[in-house]
């Protein structure tokens, strides 16, 4: 019988349940590389944490004397970020058990993030905390 009755538990999803950034970072990437820029680095990226999607490729556009536009390379991004998500998330171990604890006493659970709501359904069936995470505020 569970001691937990009554709570509830809401997680946040990129840092907290899943590592994303690497994700993140090899979008951009290879993105970049894709219009000519091939030194972007992981301290590069750094910059970029925390920040929009949209202000990022934005903030490319001038640094790097891009000609793509905001959308062009927004929608570049975006696509080879979600395949990753689906392919290549990390969940953090001590989080996974966490979550499948809380499952196994019922405990309600749910994941409220910044990301998109179709990223955050990708990063959860990528690796499986689906399963137990299906209430989703985005």
Request: aromatic share 8%.
């Amino acid at each position: 019988m569970s001691n937990l009755g009554g709570i509830s538990v809401i997680f946040d999803l990129d840092g907290t349940l899943v590592d994303s950034e690497p994700n993140y970072y090899e979008a951009g990437r290879q993105t970049l590389a894709e219009h000519g820029v091939t030194d972007f680095s992981w301290t590069d990226h750094e910059r970029y944490v925390g920040i929009s999607t949209q202000e990022t490729v934005a903030d490319w556009i001038e640094r790097y004397g891009l000609r793509a536009s905001v959308e062009e390379l927004f929608t570049a991004k975006n696509r080879r970020y979600m395949e990753l998500a689906r392919s290549s998330t990390r969940a953090y171990p001590e989080m996974r058990k966490f979550v499948e604890l809380l499952a196994a006493e019922d405990v309600p659970m749910a994941v409220a993030s910044g990301s998109s709501p179709e990223a955050i359904a990708a990063v959860l069936a990528g690796t499986g905390l689906d399963a137990h995470l299906r209430i989703v505020v985005s």
